[in-house]
């Protein structure tokens, strides 16, 4: 089955760059986009195809993609961006949707 | 608003049956996909299916078929997800989302609901 790979977690402190990675072979052709889950929380669309961002999210959060790689950059990171992060895209044949396998992103 | 609310927790026991849903407004629910997403306790994200209420085309996971049903009912705008048999490794939370056309984005999520099963 396809996989998105993601690390387990990134620590952060606040004001300082969060990098997160989301690596699989299908993502030079497919779009990736990334949710943030807070605790008890539903996802929400942080970023998408790539690197777009919707309305209503900080600036700080962006997007970029480099071969098999999709990174999710989340400058000046806040208090509030502790969360878990998880990217989305299908596999080459678009065909099947899956989720990465998420990152917890701590703010020390 | 474009919302989707979700049905409230349930507990079961093994074997049972059950059917939950989603009721979507503020936007056209027939020109939509609807996707569920299930996340057992403490782990992530697992995309389970989508379908579209306009002619209930729908699409499943290989790791969900032939365990759940998805439906829908576009007279009411709302999807279900059903199971015939429950078993212990269905307890999670599941989650419902508003998927755009021609990508797996999902823009609009509910808010979960929670489904125990044990004996």
């Known amino acids: 089955s396809y996989e998105l790979t993601q690390p387990p977690s990134v620590s952060v402190s606040p004001g300082q760059t969060a990098r997160i990675t989301c690596s699989a072979d299908a993502l030079p052709k497919q779009y990736a986009y990334w949710y943030q889950q807070k605790p008890g929380q539903a996802p929400v669309l942080v970023i998408y195809k790539d690197s777009e961002r919707p309305s209503g999210i900080p600036e700080r959060f962006s997007g970029s993609s480099s071969g098999t790689t999709v990174t999710l950059t989340i400058s000046g990171v806040q208090a509030e961006d502790e969360a878990d992060y998880y990217c989305?895209?299908?596999?080459?044949?678009?065909?099947?949707?899956?989720f990465g396998t998420g990152t917890k992103v701590t703010v020390l | 608003e474009v919302q989707l609310v979700q049905s409230g927790a349930e507990v079961k026991k093994p074997g049972e049956s059950l059917k939950i849903s989603c009721k979507g407004s503020?936007?056209?629910?027939?020109?939509?996909?609807i996707g569920w997403v299930r996340q057992m306790p403490g782990k992530g994200l697992e995309w389970m299916g989508i379908i579209y209420p306009g002619d209930s085309d729908t699409r499943y996971s290989p790791s969900f078929q032939g365990q759940v049903t998805i439906s829908a009912d576009k007279s009411i705008s709302t999807a279900y997800l059903q199971w015939s048999s429950l078993k212990a490794s269905d307890t999670a939370m599941y989650y419902c989302a508003r998927r755009l056309s021609g990508s797996p984005m999902m823009d609009v999520w509910g808010k979960g609901t929670t489904v125990t099963v044990s004996s």
């Open positions: 989305q895209s299908a596999d080459s044949s678009g065909t099947y949707y899956v």
């Open positions: 503020g936007y056209s629910f027939t020109s939509y996909w």
